[in-house]
């Protein structure tokens, strides 16, 4: 999620300033401010944002000078935030002279606020406002519809309203995917109207195979060149293989999972090369200066012909995309068809929804699948051995105790700590799920609410969302245990590793489980709860407990989650770390990844030729 400037606190004290505190003096002088700013084209832009600045300090209700100084600062990258933020008040209703959404430039307005709060993971917000964009008798396009079946959110406010999301879902794209032409002006980027799919890995009840397919079928509908093939692909028997992702920074969790086996795949055996993409905005972090590379810089509007051909000159017999729907950049690269195979990985743990002659195969690992998997997928479904590791993982802890990540220790953390900064009672019973605030389904809400109702000495640590209205929704959520819940910051992976060392249980997040967080935390020996879902995203720690030969901590149910949890102590910790070493450094890993490669590329085993 892009980072976000608070407000200033004199910016922040105004706006929170009641309105009967506002004196005629003080609207008075807003309105000169304002007046000035407004209908002098000559001023220097410093004279101008002050006047604005003091225009909304002096009366924070004022709506065109709200406006003026939000659309200014909407910007500037650094303060952006606070512009959109104050372009949102100019349209409530308690404003003076608030901004009408019919007329053009405010549904241009509502437009961009939407889209701006989706990035930023304001979901309410943003619907809220392609719903009034929509709405607006100035809307003439479709753009505002296809928004708005796109924009999924991942704080639903209860089971209930997750449902009534998914069936907005298939209403809106079952309203665009009917008409027959879609209105969309040429200047529309596919940034702009179509919003990322990633959300769909919470929403574990629906049919995301369908829900993906739709994504696909509504984006090659609005922009029908994504849905490019070469004009040639090299002949089959090669074993030239790109690698593309858009997570190729250091201590992104796609190079946690795949770094270690690409780095020691038999480069006598295949030809390896990496496909770069870099995102607008974004520093190319790539990790290994002595690997091959092509680098795709989605900087301006001809990226993806430039990348195209970059690609097709390399002649791949096989493109393996390491990850779906995080990147837009990586979304669109790979609806095209530009090499003979194409796969796609675990990077994301959902199917893209493009056709299988496009994307021909999912490489995912048998020990984290059910029977019924390939249902899950539009591509065909290639499972790397279920009684083998499926990666090749190092410690994220070193042998002096230090975390791997920002290289100090973890062990001197002890529960005074968190007790003075969180306020999380030492004497208490610790549960505690840091999964990123997006996996915490409504569902997990009860489980984890069971828990406390049932250990009276319980408290739950939970990882705190980015903005006060996700967490209003979590809050509203677990509101009748909220005085034994303790929401926590992102924090620094070594005082991470600290308080799961000093938690009695680690809870796996459900219906979205933990893979790297799991993967760590077992590796401390915290014993880690867990209830498999019913795709790839839920079931990671069933396949590192398959794994370790250890799978006490794994529930058959909801009810049975709340009974481990109760019964965790102090002899799970010995039995994990007494386990865990099974599940690091693990050629075979390796050796699996070869065999599946070879599969995929129709050659031969390295040995048989």
Known sequence: MPQVAPLSPELQSALNRPRGSISPAEKHLSREYYSRASKDPSLPFQTKMGLLHHAVLANPYYAPALEMYGWELTQIKAVDFAGFLLLERAFDPDMEEYLNPNTSRSHFLCTLIGRYNHTIHKYETA???????????SNNTDVNAVQLATCITSFPTSVKNAAWH????????????????????????????????????????????????????????IFPSLAY???????????????????????????????????????????LVFINIVEKGHADEFPWEAERKIDVLSADDGWLERARAAIEAQQFDLILYLDSTMSSSVQQLMMSKLARVQAVSHGHPVTTGIPRETVNFFVSWAAAELPSAQDHYTEELLLLEGSTMHQYYSHRIDAEGRSVITNEPYRQFERAFFETLYHVPPQRRWYTCMQKPFKLHPEFDEMCLGILAKDPNGVLI????????????????????????????ALPHHILMGLYNVSDVVLDSYYAGGCTTTREALEIGAPVVTLPGK??????????YRIMG????????????????????????EEILANVHKLFFRDEAVQSWTRALETMLGVAPAADV
């Not at 879902?169 to 980027?189: A, G, R, Y």
């Not at 795709?535 to 590192?544: E, K, N, T, V």
């Not at 250890?550 to 910790?573: C, F, I, M, N, W």
Request: charged residues 25%.
């Open 127 to 137: 619907r809220r406002f392609f719903m009034k964009a929509y709405e607006s008798s």
């Open 166 to 221: 998914l069936a907005q879902f298939h209403q809106w794209m079952d309203k665009v995917l009917k008409k027959e032409k879609l209105l969309i002006p040429p200047v529309v980027t596919y940034d702009l109207i179509l919003l990322s799919a990633f959300n769909f890995e919470l929403y574990y009840e629906a049919d995301i195979r369908a829900c993906m397919h739709k994504y696909y079928l509504l984006t090659v509908k």
């Open 229 to 271: 093939a070469a004009p040639r692909f090299a002949p089959g028997g090669g074993r030239k293989v790109g690698v593309a992702s858009g997570f190729f920074g250091k201590n992104n969790s796609v190079i946690a999972d795949f770094g270690g086996m690409l780095q020691r795949l038999d480069r006598s055996r295949f030809d």
């Open 462 to 489: 939970l990882h705190a969302p980015d903005f006060e209205e996700n967490q209003e929704v979590l809050q509203r959520r677990l509101g009748r245990a909220l005085d034994r819940v303790h929401f926590v910051p």
């Open 535 to 544: 795709y790839l995203g839920g079931r990671w720690s069933l396949a590192y």
């Open 550 to 573: 250890y799978t006490e901590l794994v529930a058959e149910s909801k009810e049975h989650y709340v009974e481990l949890a109760l019964s965790v102590g102090p002899r799970h910790r």
